[in-house]
């Protein structure tokens, strides 16, 4: 049986039973999980097990934002804390050797928090380089404001969610740092011209154009298309994202339900899959609009089920790990980001 196009967050801790037959009928390629979803380790791992179930898949992707610092859906007393990413751009200033371990080992970790409950994709790294008067919703989650530094420590990121089993989606494609609003409330508009956001912006995703999965930022670049965001904009998708970056994985959107977007649910699910995203993503678990997506996303099929197989076919198992040791490497080199 082909899924449909869309990844569904869901209400609470537990599936309801009109979330379980939703899922049964309009077969959901994925899952999200946010806070509303998580309280205990053994109650996580029973969720994922049920949405597994009632998607008839075991192999069924479950995502989490989980990046360390102020994004993080898991967290104490069950989970310990990360640090952001600007924690490794600092030290990667100090010593770049130190930047890219310290960043292998912290995702590493991670993974290995998310494969004991079952959860197989992390949307992590970021590859987005912040300017200054950005608005602050990047802020600290960025590895830096160089394109190749940012690249080089979000390809160690990566790493680390690989060894551990956990598939990595690339964020937020093709730039959200320049953006001057939070677009989860309003949409950013950049006005920068195309030689100098090649030359910034889209040169950090370049070098990892190879990742199985990557999310869309909900920004206007007014140089590349003036009307329609990224998300919806088939000339920034084509040109810019296939062609410029050279991206040849999964295309997700970044939430459908953020305000940046303009129209019904339907219409921007409508809009996201005519501009050639593959995938639609759906988070605050609200059953209404989730309807409404599963209405307007096609079954995958063609170059989109392609692309959907073969990042659920880069999954790799996990390698060993001895996490305490692994933890106090970590914490011995951020301590050199606060003794510098």
């Not at 806070?35 to 998607?55: D, F, G, H, T």
């Not at 990121?157 to 494609?173: A, D, M, R, S, W």
């Not at 003036?226 to 050279?246: H, K, W, Y």
Request: with cysteine.
């Amino acid at each position: 049986m082909t899924n449909r196009a869309f990844i569904t967050g869901i209400s609470g801790l537990t599936l309801n039973d009109a979330e379980r037959e939703f899922i049964r009928a309009e077969r959901p390629w994925g899952f999200i999980l946010f806070k509303r979803n998580i309280e205990s380790p053994a109650q996580v791992s029973a969720l994922v097990a049920e949405l597994k179930a009632a998607a008839g898949m075991a192999d069924a992707p479950v995502l989490i934002d989980q990046e360390g610092g102020r994004v993080a859906r898991l967290g104490p007393p069950h989970w310990p804390v990360y640090p952001p990413g600007a924690s490794f751009g600092a030290l990667y200033d100090i010593d770049p050797k130190l930047g890219l371990a310290a960043a292998r080992l912290s995702s590493r970790l991670i993974a290995a928090d998310l494969a004991d409950l079952g959860i197989t994709v992390d949307c992590l790294p970021l590859a987005d380089v912040p300017v200054s008067g950005a608005d602050a919703v990047i802020g600290n989650r960025a590895y830096g404001t160089e394109p190749g530094k940012v690249a080089a420590i979000a390809r160690a990121v990566t790493e680390g969610l690989e060894q551990g089993g956990v598939l990595p989606v690339l964020k937020h494609i093709p730039g959200h740092g320049r953006a001057t609003a939070d677009s989860h409330f309003r949409l950013p508009t950049v006005d920068t011209a195309r030689i100098e956001l090649e030359r910034t912006d889209f040169a950090a995703f370049q070098p990892l154009a190879d990742l199985p999965m990557a999310m869309t930022a909900h920004v206007v670049f007014s140089a590349l298309d003036p009307a329609q965001p990224a998300t919806t904009s088939a000339t920034i998708i084509e040109q810019v994202i296939r062609g410029r970056i050279g991206f040849e994985g999964l295309l997700m959107s970044d939430d459908v339900s953020m305000n940046a977007l303009a129209g019904s649910i339907a219409e921007r699910t409508a809009a996201i899959v005519s501009a050639g995203c593959d995938m639609v993503l759906h988070c605050n678990g609200n059953f209404d609009e989730m309807r409404e997506v599963a209405r307007e996303t096609p079954e995958l099929a063609g170059r989109a089920l392609e692309r959907a197989d073969r990042a659920l076919a880069a999954r790799r198992q996990p390698q060993p790990l001895d996490r305490q040791a692994a933890r106090a490497e970590l914490d011995a080199l951020l301590d050199r980001v606060g003794t510098a």
